[in-house]
């Protein structure tokens, strides 16, 4: 039996009513006086709990919009309350003159504009902390700033409009110009509103208040003030004391915006200085009357000069400028400098004019004459060595080693060094002066750190191959006259000047010592072979040159020497001939010197030291009386001394400072008629006697003239010698690219003329050495034979001894 089953309908509730069980407006009418307590500042005896549960239900309930727009309306209202009573009646009247109090109305304004700035912000932030779950909700949901934002926003729409910001601004720059004046300022009230400026922000904007609107004011007004403040001290102010003025400057510029204005406005304040104090007055500061660069270098003022330097590097016409006017100022000094080369030049054209006048008699040419001129070579020197450690000085601690102050520096004195064509020769006679014996009151490393000194000038001249001359003729003398101050010295030079210009430079001056040591084993041998055999009666001590390495000056003066000579000559020609094949020795008897015993009337003995030549002519008055004498024609006849040479030694025997020979009838002039006799009363306190002693004096004209000619001379062979080498290694070259590569490879020893490389060109294409191909444009080449032309040319150099001769 089936039973149906009952169905029993669910019983459908009534919906449930959704709305807030408070009312919105009492809330807000609650919340909205606690809001207008907390910025009051009388939000102590409120409940921090019941304000937020005000605005969370409001939220909650969809009253964020209203809990939004009435918070900003009672910010705003609050900020209005207080603009009126705190800032705007503070506002700076505007007529008063008084810097000082227009200072002081300015900064009671800022301190009210941060007075209210603080008190919103304050409120701001407990506000943020009572409606945080508002900023946390509804402000993302509305796509409106959060609280915190949109009292900032508030605070920009209210305070900082017109007219308060003109006021606020014009009170910032008034601090900053009073400051500039020099007077103190509150430096806490600026720094306190430019930290408001410096928060604030348009809304959806990056661009603070400081940068859009106070920034652009200051530089404004900075461009006014430099301009003319750089005119004004350029005018009143010497240079150092202008550059005191505008670093100073720099330097209040850089305080001001670390301590109170914003690090962004700095590199903007920077060039503004840079533009209007230093860029337009480079030129005015170099130059300035009595003050300028001249004025600092001369008066060693080393802080100044690096003060010049600190502001000059500021800007980028600044260094050029430096450097154009280090370059003129250090040309100008060598210009003053060489212009006692136009002094030697004048005294040497002048004793050679008074000797010409006064040929022959007594001493010819006023004796200091020489003297003077090379003292004033020697200074040349020394005053370009004082020049340049004086602007070493100033590079050194003035310009902080700048590479490219040092390059121009060198550049300057590589230009008026080499306008003086007679550099060459005044530091080889410098080098000379300080390496012969007897330098006084210098030690050896003295000594050696003056020539590390010249070294650097060296460096500088063009010519060297001229130097290469003087410096071999200079060396020379010193080594025969045996007046070097020490080997060790003279090496030293030696590879001082190998690390400057390689070693074919010094190859012929250390050929001259190696000929030294050479003579002195020779002389030993010599020695040791007379005493197995008979020696002659004078004691011979000879040097032995190649001639490929020594100079030789002049012309070979002929002189017939005396029996007694004679043999003692042919006695080491036979032992040294013995000891050689295939050499051929010739004589320099006018390089050599001797030492002669003579006894005269009061019965005392002197040793004179004589050249060679006035040794012979003594020789003749040996074994005449007292009373005796010998006449011009008989002198020149039994020696064979050509007239200039023995007119040279007559004068140095009878009519310089000791008179060995009597000249009658006496006088200053030697002629052809005079006739001579033995001075028996000569006296001098004196044991040693140096008579005629040359020593290195500046060339005159005709021996210039002659050093010029073989050094031109030198140079051909030079640049013969270059093209050849590179016409062998390259084959084929265009002529532009021969007379560059020329010009390269040469300029270490000189500076060759274009002009002359062609000429030499043209000589080795005549010689068959080169041909010249035309077809696309001038080429040269090697001839297939030129290589065995050129070694035939070389293999026929043989090697000449010359002898120089010291007699005992």
């Known amino acids: 039996m089936s039973t149906a089953r009952r169905i029993v309908k669910p019983k459908i509730k009534a919906p449930k009513k959704h709305g807030p069980n408070i009312s919105i407006d009492d809330t807000w009418s609650k919340l909205s006086v606690n809001i207008a307590e907390i910025l009051n500042h009388r939000a102590e005896h409120l409940s921090f709990e019941e304000n937020h549960r005000y605005a969370y239900n409001m939220v909650l309930w969809k009253a964020g919009e209203t809990l939004y727009k009435g918070t900003c309306k009672l910010l705003a209202e609050n900020l209005d309350k207080l603009a009126e009573q705190d800032i705007k009646s503070v506002f700076p009247s505007g007529s008063i003159d008084d810097p000082i109090q227009r200072s002081q109305e300015g900064e009671t304004l800022l301190k009210a504009v941060r007075k209210v700035w603080d008190d919103h912000t304050t409120a701001l932030s407990r506000l943020r902390d009572v409606l945080r779950y508002m900023d946390r909700v509804y402000t993302k949901q509305a796509g409106v700033p959060e609280i915190w934002d949109a009292g900032l926003l508030i605070f920009l729409e209210h305070i900082i409009r017109p007219p308060f910001q003109d006021h606020i601004i014009a009170a910032i720059l008034t601090q900053i110009q009073t400051e500039r004046d020099g007077y103190v300022i509150n430096r806490s009230a600026v720094k306190g509103c430019v930290d408001v400026l410096l928060t604030l922000k348009e809304r959806d904007s990056s661009v603070t208040i400081y940068k859009r609107d106070l920034e652009p004011a200051i530089l404004q007004?900075?461009?006014?003030?430099?301009?003319?403040e750089g005119e004004k001290l350029l005018e009143i102010s010497a240079a150092p004391e202008y550059l005191q003025r505008v670093?100073?400057?720099?330097?209040?510029?850089?305080?001001?915006?670390?301590?109170?204005?914003s690090s962004q406005t700095s590199a903007p304040l920077r060039r503004i200085l840079e533009n209007y104090l230093l860029s337009p007055h480079l030129y005015a500061i170099l130059h300035k009357l009595h003050s300028g660069l001249d004025f600092m270098i001369d008066g060693d003022k080393l802080e100044d000069l690096l003060r010049l330097y600190r502001l000059f590097v500021m800007v980028p016409e600044g260094l050029p400028s430096l450097k154009?006017?280090?370059?003129?100022?250090?040309?100008?000094?060598?210009?003053?400098?060489?212009?006692?080369?136009?002094?030697?030049?004048?005294?040497?054209?002048?004793?050679?004019?008074e000797g010409g006048k006064n040929k022959g008699k007594g001493k010819g040419r006023p004796p200091t004459s020489a003297v003077q001129t090379l003292q004033l070579a020697l200074k040349w020197v020394q005053d370009?060595?004082?020049?340049?450690?004086?602007?070493?000085?100033i590079w050194a601690k003035?310009?902080?080693s700048d590479r490219d102050v040092e390059a121009t520096l060198n550049e300057?004195?590589?230009t008026f060094i080499n306008l003086n064509g007679r550099s060459p020769e005044f530091i080889s006679l410098f080098i000379d002066d300080h390496l012969k014996k007897g330098m006084k009151g210098k030690s050896e490393n003295e000594v050696d750190a003056v020539l590390d000194k010249t070294i650097t000038v060296f460096r500088f001249i063009s010519d060297k191959d001229i130097f290469e001359t003087h410096y071999k003729k200079h060396l020379a003398k010193r080594l025969l006259q045996g007046r070097s101050i020490s080997d060790d010295a003279e090496r030293g030079m030696l590879a001082k000047l190998k690390v400057e210009c390689g070693t074919q430079f010094t190859q012929r001056m250390e050929g001259m010592f190696h000929d030294m040591r050479i003579s002195a084993d020779t002389m030993k041998a010599y020695h040791k072979h007379l005493a197995q055999t008979t020696a002659p009666d004078v004691e011979l001590s000879v040097i032995i040159q190649t001639s490929t390495f020594w100079p030789t000056s002049g012309s070979q003066t002929t002189c017939a020497f005396p029996e007694l000579l004679a043999k003692a000559t042919k006695s080491f020609e036979q032992f040294y001939l013995s000891r050689h094949t295939g050499r051929r020795l010739t004589w320099q008897k006018w390089l050599g010197n001797a030492d002669v015993r003579a006894t005269f009337k009061s019965g005392k003995t002197h040793e004179l030291n004589v050249s060679t030549l006035a040794m012979v002519i003594l020789l003749l008055f040996e074994d005449l009386d007292d009373s005796d004498f010998l006449t011009y024609e008989d002198i020149k006849s039994a020696t064979s001394i050509s007239d200039v040479e023995l007119q040279r030694q007559l004068q140095s025997l009878a009519c310089a400072k000791f008179k060995i020979l009597k000249k009658h009838p006496p006088g200053r002039e030697v002629s052809m008629n005079d006739s001579f006799s033995f001075n028996a009363d000569f006296s001098a306190p004196l044991f040693k006697?140096?008579?005629?002693?040359?020593a290195s004096k500046v060339e005159n004209a005709d021996e210039r003239k002659e050093t010029k000619n073989r050094v031109d001379e030198e140079r051909r062979y030079q640049m013969e010698a270059c093209i050849v080498r590179i016409m062998k290694d390259r084959k084929h070259m265009p002529h532009n690219d021969l007379v560059n590569e020329v010009t390269r490879q040469l300029t270490s020893r000189f500076l060759p003329n274009p002009l002359d490389i062609k000429k030499r060109i043209e000589g080795l294409i005549e010689r068959e050495y080169l041909e010249r191909w035309t077809i696309c444009?001038?080429?040269?080449?090697?001839?297939?034979?030129?290589?065995?032309?050129?070694?035939?040319?070389?293999?026929?150099?043989?090697?000449?001894?010359?002898?120089?001769?010291?007699?005992?």
């Open 324 to 353: 154009k006017a280090l370059r003129e100022s250090v040309i100008r000094r060598g210009k003053d400098i060489n212009a006692a080369g136009v002094t030697i030049e004048n005294m040497t054209q002048a004793a050679d004019d």
């Open 221 to 228: 007004e900075s461009e006014l003030f430099y301009k003319t």
């Open 777 to 808: 444009h001038p080429l040269y080449s090697t001839f297939h034979s030129c290589q065995l032309i050129f070694c035939k040319v070389i293999s026929r150099r043989a090697k000449n001894r010359n002898l120089y001769i010291s007699y005992h």
């Open 398 to 400: 003035s310009f902080k």
């Open 412 to 414: 300057a004195f590589e």
């Open 384 to 393: 370009v060595l004082d020049l340049k450690d004086r602007f070493d000085s």
């Open 689 to 694: 006697i140096k008579i005629g002693t040359i």
């Open 247 to 261: 670093e100073s400057r720099f330097d209040s510029e850089e305080s001001r915006t670390h301590h109170y204005l």
